[in-house]
T-cell receptor, first 110, second 111 residues
Framework: DTAVSQTPKYLVTQMGNDKSIKCEQNLGHDTMYWYKQDSKKFLKIMFSYNNKELIINETVPNRFSPKSPDKAHLNLHINSLELGDSAVYFC?????????FGQGTRLTVV | QKEVEQDPGPLSVPEGAIVSLNCTYSNSAFQYFMWYRQYSRKGPELLMYTYSSGNKEDGRFTAQVDKSSKYISLFIRDSQPSDSATYLCAIGTGSARQLTFGSGTQLTVLP
């Protein structure tokens, strides 16, 4: 009974493709996030939604577009994938503290 | 200078050792301090969080915050091989929405 679940867990794709990552939380939290973790384990926030409203939008290429259809779901769509997009992407949620993370989506762009 | 600096490690200790993991921060407005543990190929999981200076204990884990020195530590007593993971400090100004993470310290506890 996973609290924050992401799909897919692994994603291997070619440069230039468009891909989506889905996230769902069953914790009843109001706020959801996307974080990016690079190869050196550095976690950096990308976006945050509170009750479907975008509240944090860090300096991220506009090829990345989050969408929150309801407060339990937050998806991330990435256009025109580049090699530098390879990383682990984590979804998280909070109400308002602390953060609960999903298991991550390991994206590899080849 | 990064807002949050964490000793990078890696750190390798024998089973039973006391482990000290440390972070420093630059913003005196930070008042929310957390430690996450991340096993290989898993998401970070919350270990401890505190809002105040001083010590907070939970079993074998003690979180220590020194706001005057802008320094936080996580101590692990009687370390076990199952403690082998990457430990991330996370510090913020008011809530989970405003957290800044350290770069993580990889710990290996050898049996």
């Amino acid at each position: 009974d996973t609290a924050v679940s992401q799909t897919p867990k692994y994603l291997v794709t070619q440069m230039g493709n468009d891909k989506s990552i889905k996230c769902e939380q069953n914790l009843g939290h109001d706020t959801m996030y996307w974080y990016k973790q690079d190869s050196k384990k550095f976690l950096k926030i990308m976006f945050s939604y509170n009750n479907k409203e975008l509240i944090i939008n860090e300096t991220v290429p506009n090829r990345f577009s989050p969408k929150s259809p309801d407060k339990a779901h937050l998806n991330l769509h990435i256009n025109s994938l580049e090699l530098g997009d390879s990383a682990v992407y984590f979804c998280a949620s909070s109400h308002p503290d602390p953060l609960s993370f999903g298991q991550g989506t390991r994206l590899t762009v080849v | 200078q990064k807002e949050v600096e964490q000793d990078p490690g890696p750190l390798s200790v024998p089973e039973g050792a006391i482990v000290s993991l440390n972070c420093t921060y630059s913003n005196s407005a930070f008042q929310y301090f957390m430690w996450y543990r991340q096993y290989s190929r898993k998401g970070p999981e919350l270990l401890m969080y505190t809002y105040s200076s001083g010590n907070k204990e939970d079993g074998r884990f003690t979180a220590q915050v020194d706001k005057s020195s802008k320094y936080i530590s996580l101590f692990i007593r009687d370390s076990q091989p199952s403690d082998s993971a990457t430990y991330l400090c996370a510090i913020g100004t008011g809530s989970a929405r405003q957290l800044t993470f350290g770069s993580g310290t990889q710990l290996t506890v050898l049996p």
